[in-house]
């Protein structure tokens, strides 16, 4: 299909390194209204603020959904995606749990590559870096009343980011949390939903005050079981050779990078394992040495290894606090299809 561009007449400066995450936008966005039933088509415009009612629904019952994904550039200055699709097939699910129309995924792809290919420049490809990519849809109707909206926005902007955390590629320390929960099964935790981020905010910012970059969530009916971080999922590397996961049991989010994760090493002759992990095994096999390493996996960070972590008042260190050998191989590997740098054994990539 013809996608309507309309082009920025003031062009931004673009940022130099270092980016952070998340601080600097591109010249230009998707944006696609749901209106009188259906989906218009989507159009790139300048990026721009959007003019909201006080009322829009957003802002009084979170009808909200987002994904996160990111864009490469090779050796050979070719643009690389990453898995779009699966994200795009995620929106949707968050999609049909918030009673929000689904996105036709090929349309929304296609506006998606013109976007990344008219804003090109903005892709960094210093080690490390790459452009983030976040889709989102908001409920638009101007009247309060807790009900599903009838109008919809959608949008994607751009964001060119370097490493999620100030210190790069190192060992992190995770604290356990005993009192607040993140997700209940039959809620929305295994969704990309934007209350359920504002909810772990106040237990993220007790973590930091400790000296911890992340919380570690247990479930919320017993506060027994390991299910996710903050802003990925976890993985732990038991007996030299294999790689337990949390099982997807409805409150914890399917990553897309877990689950290429746990291909990667599956296809590397590790033993995956997706099942429940109780916090109490946890803090044995890494007294034991029977845990030698923990490493979380997600989009933004795409893994990150864990040094420590802390429960009842006693941090337990893992691997003497240093980055593991399957988690540098693992992330090697994975950053390596994802750039170019590695063959794509498993057509995750596309060129563009």
């Known amino acids: 299909m013809t996608i309507k561009i309309t082009k920025t007449t003031t062009p931004k400066v673009k940022p130099e390194n270092p980016l952070g995450f998340g601080k600097y936008f591109t010249d230009h966005m998707v944006t696609m209204e749901y209106l009188e039933g259906k ?21 009084h019952y979170g009808q909200g959904i987002f994904e996160g994904l990111k864009a490469y550039k090779d050796s050979k200055g070719k643009i690389r995606l990453f898995r779009t699709l699966d994200n795009l ?15 036709d995924t090929r349309v929304v792809y296609d506006a998606l590559v013109e976007l990344i290919k008219l804003d090109a420049d903005w892709i960094p490809t210093d080690e490390g870096t790459s452009l983030y990519i976040r889709p989102s849809i908001i409920a638009l109707d101007n009247a309060l009343g807790v009900r599903a909206s009838q109008n919809y926005l959608f949008f994607i902007i751009l964001s060119p980011v370097g490493a999620y955390y100030e210190k ?20 929305t935790g295994d969704k990309k939903v934007i209350g359920n981020y504002a909810a772990s905010l106040r237990a993220a910012a007790d973590a930091a005050t400790k000296g911890y970059s992340q919380v570690m969530w247990l479930d919320a009916n017993e506060h027994k079981y390991v299910e996710e971080v903050g802003a990925m999922n976890i993985c732990f590397v038991m007996d030299g050779n294999k790689i337990i996961t949390p099982a997807l049991t409805g409150s914890i989010l399917p990553g897309i990078t877990r689950r290429s994760v ?17 916090i109490d095994e946890l803090v044995n096999a ?11 996996t997600g989009t933004a960070a795409v893994i990150s290894p864990v040094g420590a972590f802390c429960y009842k008042g006693e941090e337990i260190s893992v691997n003497a606090g240093k980055l593991g050998d399957i988690t540098q191989k693992i992330y090697t590997e994975l950053t390596g299809i994802q750039t170019g740098k590695v063959e794509d054994r498993f057509g995750w990539s596309i060129v563009l």
Not at 286 to 296: D, L, M, R, Y
């Open 89 to 103: 097939n995620r929106l949707n699910d968050s999609a049909e749990r918030l009673c929000i129309p689904k996105i």
């Open 39 to 59: 989906w218009a088509a989507p159009e790139i415009v300048p990026y721009s603020p959007f003019s909201l009612d006080p009322s829009t629904a957003i802002f």
């Open 168 to 187: 790069g590629f190192s060992p992190i320390k995770l604290y356990v949390e005993e009192n607040y929960s993140r997700a209940a099964k039959g809620g």
């Open 286 to 296: 890494a007294k034991s040495g029977k845990c030698t390493e923990i490493f979380g």
């Open 262 to 278: 746990l291909e990667l090493a599956a296809a590397n002759g590790f033993t995956v394992e997706e099942r429940l992990v109780s």
